[in-house]
C-alpha cells in the first residue's frame, strides 16, 4: 500500500510550502491528498440532494443534523488519530459508553458547574482508558485489533455494571451546550462545541512536534524508529488522544440523548471507522487530515435522513454506507497505483 | 505475535517463573488455553459445587458449537493476516434466511443459508485479492450491506412456514445418544478438515505463508490471490462444503509447477505437500528464510540492476547465507520492498501542478 508517492514526510510539507503562493499552495496539497477537495464536494453535495429532496430544509433540520453526527464525528476523530499512528482502536464505541454512563448518572443531580467538572473529570479518565489501551497494545505486543477488540469488551462491560439500563441525566444548561443555539438559529451549538473542541485539540497537536511524530511512526515505523523517533511513546500517546476523542464523544451523546445508555456507543465503532474511512485516512497508516473523517460522519448521518425524506426505508443508508467505504477505498487505491506509476 | 519473543510481559514472567515455563508457553499456546479452560471449569465448580456435570458440559458444547464454527472460518482468514468483520452479520443473515425460507423443505433452506454465506464470502474475497482493498475496510463494507439489506428484507418478507423443520431444529438445538449435543456432529468434521488442511495441505501452508510474508509469497509466483479468495467464504455454514472442495482442489497438485519443480524452493519454503509435518512445517513458517527467499525471488527478477548483486552475487545452489542478508548495508527492510522504478524529478515552485 506504501507507493513512493505516499512517502511524503510532514516535515517536508510544512517546510517546502513555507513561502510558496497561496494557490500553488492548494493545488499542492490537492495533488497530494485528493480527499481535501472530495469531501467538501460530498458533503456539499449530499447537504444540495437533502435541501434538493426536502426544500423545507429548516434550521431545525440543520440543529438535528449537527446533534446527530456529533458523537459520530467524535468517535471518528478518535479512531483517525490511532489510523494515523498506524494502529486501529476497535474500543473507542465502549469507552464512549463509559464516558456517557459515567456523566450520566453523575451528573443527574448535579448543578450546572458541578456538571462541568464532572466533565472535565470523564474526559480524564477518558484519557486515563485510553492510556490503559496504549500501555497494553504497546508492552504485550498483541496486534491492535486484538488488544483493542477485547479491551472494548471489557469496558463495553464495566459500562453495562456503572449504568444497568438507560437513564440517569444531566442539567438542562449542560444538554443545552450540546442541543440549543447560542448565537443564531443557523449556528447549532453542536457544531460550534464539534469545531471548538477537536480544533482545541487536534491542531495543536497536530502542529507539534508529537504531531510529526504519529504520522511518521504511521507512515513507516522503521524510518521513523532510525530517525530517532520513539516508537512505543508515540502510539502510546496516540491512543492516549483516542479515549480523549472518545469521552468528548460520551460527552456529546449525553448531551444530545440527555441520558445514558451503556449499549448505545456500540454502535459508534464500526461506524467511526467506516467515516474515518470515506475521510480518506488511509488504514496503512501516515496519510490524512482530521477535515476528512468529521465530514464524513455529517454525510452519513445524511444518507438515513434523505432517505427517510424520499421515503425509502432508512435502513437502506447501511448498504450505501457499506458500498461508499468499499468503493472510494477501490477508487484510492486505483489513484494511487496510477499516481505511482507516473 | 508470539514470535515478538523480547516483549516486557514475557520477561516479567520469566523472571518470576525462571524461563523454562515461558519458552513451553510460547511454543504451545494452546497449553495456556487448556490451562485457562480447566481454571474457569475449577472456579465455576467453587463457586456453585455440583453445578459441573454431564448436562452442563452438554449444555456448554450445545452454545460453544456456533462459535466455534465461526471462528474456524476467522482462523482461515486471520492466518493470511487479514480479518472478516462480517461474520457476525453473515450468520444472523443465514440462520434469518433459512428460517424464512423453510417452508420450501430443509435442502432448499440449509442451501438458502449456505448460499448468502457464499455469496458475501466471495464478494469479500475478490475485494480483498483482485482489487486488494484492505481487508479490514472490505469486510466492514459488505457487514454493513449485509446487516442493511436483512433488515429492509426482514420488513418485507414474512416466514412462509410457522417454524424451522424439525430435521434443522434437532440439528442446531437437539442432542442424541445420552446427551451429545447435535452441533457437535457439525462442529466436530469441520474442526477436523480444518486441522488437516493446514498441517497436511499444500493450501494450508500458503496460508502461513502469506501470513508470514504475502510480498515473498507473491514473488514465489505462488496463487496468492487465489488463496486469499478462499478463506474469506466464511460463514457459519458455508465452511464445511467449501473446506471439501479445498482439500480436492489443492492436495499437492493444484499449484503451479513453477513452486513444484525448483529444487530450492522445495528445501526452502515448500508449499507442497509436507513430509514431515513438524519440521517443514515450522521452518517454513520462520520469517528470517521467508525473508531470505524474496530477497532471492526479487534478485531474479530485477537482475543486476540490484546495487547488491554485484557485492553478493548468486550462488550456485541459488542460496545466500542470511547474515549477508543481514548484513547488507540498506539493513533487514530491504527483503520487504519490491523494486521501485526510477522516477522523474518533478518541477518545483510554480509549476508544481
Known sequence: MITPSEGKSPIMAVRATSNMRLTTRFWRSLRRDPSLFFMPALLVVSLAMTVVIHPQFSDFDLQSLAMGALPLAFAAAAQTVVVISGGIDLSIGSVMAVANVLAASTMEKASFGQSLLLAVTVLMAGAAIGALNGLIVVLSRIPDVVATLTSGFIWGGIALVILEKPGGGAPQEFLNLGTGTLF???????????????????????????????????????????????????????????????????????????????????????SGLGAVVIGGISLAGGRGRMLGPVMAAFVLTL?????????????????????????????????DKERSRK | MTER??????????AVTGGGLVSLLRTRTIVVLVLLLLALVAGIELARPGTVNALWASNMLLFAAPLGIVAAGQTLVMLTGGIDLSVANVATAS??????????????????????????????????????????????????????????YSQKKMADAPRVPQFIEDLGAGKSLGGIPNDLIVWVPIAIVLIFVLRRTGYGRLLYAI?????????????????????????????????????????????????????????????????????????????DRAEQHSYLARRARVGSSDPL????????????????????????????????TRRRPRPHGRDAR
Open chain 1, 303 to 335: 444518507i438515513p435522513t434523505d432517505l427517510i425524506f424520499l421515503n425509502i426505508d432508512p435502513n437502506f443508508g447501511q448498504v450505501i454506507q457499506g458500498t461508499l467505504i468499499v468503493v472510494i477505498v477501490m477508487v484510492g487505491g486505483f489513484v
Open chain 2, 211 to 287: 501470513g508470514d510474508n504475502s510480498k515473498a509469497c507473491r514473488l514465489e509466483d505462488s496463487p496468492a490471490q487465489l488463496c486469499h479468495m478462499r478463506p474469506a467464504c466464511s460463514s457459519r455454514r458455508s465452511h464445511h462444503r467449501w473446506r471439501h472442495q479445498l482439500c480436492r482442489t489443492q492436495a499437492g497438485r493444484g499449484l503451479p509447477p513453477a513452486v513444484r519443480g525448483r529444487s530450492d524452493h522445495r528445501r526452502n519454503f515448500d508449499l507442497r505437500r509436507p513430509r514431515r509435518i513438524f519440521g517443514h512445517h515450522r521452518r517454513s513458517a520462520d520469517p
Open chain 2, 5 to 14: 519473543a523480547n516483549t516486557v510481559f514475557s520477561r516479567v514472567v520469566a
Open chain 2, 95 to 152: 440462520a434469518y434466511l433459512m428460517a424464512t425460507h423453510s417452508g420450501l423443505g430443509v435442502a432448499p433452506a440449509i442451501l438458502y443459508g449456505l448460499g448468502v454465506g457464499i455469496v458475501v464470502g466471495l464478494i469479500n474475497g475478490i475485494g480483498v485479492a483482485l482489487l486488494r482493498v484492505q481487508p479490514l475496510v472490505m469486510t466492514l463494507g459488505t457487514g454493513l450491506m449485509t446487516e442493511g439489506i436483512l433488515v429492509v
Open chain 1, 184 to 270: 443564531t438559529a443557523w449556528l447549532p451549538n453542536a457544531l460550534v462545541l464539534l469545531v471548538a473542541a477537536v480544533g482545541l485539540i487536534w491542531i495543536p497537536l497536530r502542529r507539534s512536534k508529537l504531531g510529526l511524530q504519529l504520522y511518521a511512526v504511521g507512515s513507516d515505523r522503521i524510518a521513523a524508529f532510525r530517525s530517532g523517533v520513539n516508537i512505543d511513546r508515540t502510539r502510546f500517546a496516540a491512543y492516549i488522544f483516542s479515549g480523549l476523542f472518545s469521552a468528548v464523544g460520551g460527552l456529546g451523546l449525553t448531551m444530545t440523548t440527555g441520558i445514558g445508555a451503556p449499549l448505545a456507543g456500540v454502535y459508534y465503532t464500526l
Open chain 2, 309 to 340: 548483486w554485484h557485492h553478493h552475487p548468486p550462488s550456485r545452489s541459488g542460496l545466500h547465507p542470511p547474515d549477508k542478508l543481514i548484513n547488507n548495508p540498506y539493513g533487514k527492510t530491504l527483503a520487504h520492498e519490491t523494486p521501485r
